[in-house]
């Protein structure tokens, strides 16, 4: 391989690099001087525009109230901060949730749950992956008022739930419901006004924004207690000073993400469809793992790829580094750890064969597919 080959990153579920505007309006904030948004001055004052100006951009996107959202260092902050409250101060009793969440959510309930606070529940899962609903329904008539914890898209295997429909369900038993919708924040639109859900959350860095921030929101109504303290910010849920930069970040990315977002979408499939077209011609015995190989029912930013005649997934992906080509054996959040994918197997523990997830971007080009393609067979012996 030459030195001059362009690398090629295909782990943009893990996060994706900043959009170029977005940086260009984040940028007066790092020059210029920028003060605390809580302090009475005019300089604050000032910084405190710009905070509110981000809030009321993403509500407005989401079709929500600006008292609705909440700004966080993230998604998995967004996540603690609802299972704690609910958990602490709620008077729950039951987290429902499933084995294939993000650790953001299945390790804090499983915290929570070992000290003795409450109940856990694990909802069955469907042969291709997805969430079986009418065992959700089985758990909530047996534990009515729980709060059920269920992303909308899986960051590993790609499945998406039917948010109308377990949010329904949630109603009818009077459940909180809350979605770790991280991975599908400026990939679909989420609107507010219509969705039965509580709770939601997103990260800037999964739709070509800033590392460092997100936002939780918060159905009018529901209730949630500050999982920081420490003081006002944040209408008194959130303490720690407000980083101004990433609120200006997060809401230009995802007002980009809104006014591309169909594009995009069309964009990404085309090169997903692309990708396993080539995968199947390549590698007849290929498998994709959930229903990520269902272009128009999963999301369409993530392809789980099972090569059955490869042992070591681990040495695919370092040769895949080698070639200068990135991506991921499964959540990177857990990268440096010598466990395998709780997602995959969960799905499939008696699966065999290297699982690799590529997960594709709006700056990613047919061309790279190709050269994929090329490296996967030289790599990958002829099944």
């Not at 080959?5 to 940086?23: C, E, F, S």
């Not at 299972?83 to 929570?112: F, R």
């Not at 003795?116 to 065992?135: E, N």
């Not at 936002?215 to 303490?239: C, D, I, T, V």
Request: with cysteine; aromatic share 8%.
């Amino acid at each position: 391989m030459s030195n001059s080959v362009t690398p090629i990153y295909l782990d943009n579920a893990a996060t994706t690099p900043i959009d170029p505007v977005v940086w260009q309006e984040m940028q007066p904030y790092f020059e210029n001087f920028t003060a605390n948004p809580s302090s009475i001055h005019s300089h604050g004052r000032q910084a405190k525009v710009a905070i509110e100006k981000a809030r009321k951009t993403i509500a407005t996107l989401l079709n929500a109230s600006p008292s609705e959202i909440f700004f966080t260092s993230g998604g998995t902050e967004a996540d603690n901060t609802v299972i704690q409250s609910a958990v602490l101060h709620d008077g729950v009793k039951t987290i429902i949730t499933s084995p294939l969440e993000h650790h953001a959510v299945l390790h804090t309930a499983e915290a929570w749950h070992k000290l003795g606070l409450v109940d856990l529940k694990l909802v069955q899962i469907l042969p291709d992956g997805s969430i079986d609903l009418a065992d959700l329904e089985r758990l909530l008539q047996e534990n009515p008022s729980a709060l059920v914890s269920l992303m909308h898209g899986n960051n590993e295997i790609g499945n998406l739930l039917d948010l109308e429909a377990a949010g329904a369900l949630c109603e009818k038993y009077g459940a909180v419901f809350h979605s770790d919708t991280v991975q599908t924040m400026g990939h679909y639109r989420h609107d507010m006004s219509k969705l039965p859900v509580h709770f939601i959350v997103g990260a800037a860095h999964k739709f070509h924004g800033p590392k460092g921030i997100g936002f939780l929101y918060a159905k009018s109504g529901s209730r949630f207690h500050p999982l920081l303290h420490g003081g006002a910010q944040e209408r008194n849920q959130r303490g720690g000073t407000e980083n101004v930069y990433g609120a200006v970040g997060i809401a230009k990315a995802l007002s980009i993400a809104y006014e591309e977002m169909d594009a995009h979408e069309a964009y990404i499939k085309g090169l997903k469809s692309y990708f396993i077209e080539g995968l199947k011609k390549a590698f007849p015995n290929v498998e994709f793992n959930g229903k990520s190989g269902d272009v128009e029912n999963s999301l369409y930013t993530v392809l789980n790829v099972r090569f059955p005649q490869v042992a070591d997934g681990d040495m695919l992906l370092f040769q895949l580094d080698i070639e200068k080509i990135s991506a991921s054996g499964g959540s990177a959040c857990s990268s440096g750890t010598s466990v395998g994918s709780h997602v995959l197997s969960a799905l499939n523990p008696q699966a065999t064969g290297a699982a690799i997830r590529f997960s594709f971007s709006k700056n990613n080009t047919q061309s790279e597919i190709d050269r994929v393609l090329e490296v996967l067979k030289k790599l990958i012996p002829a099944a």
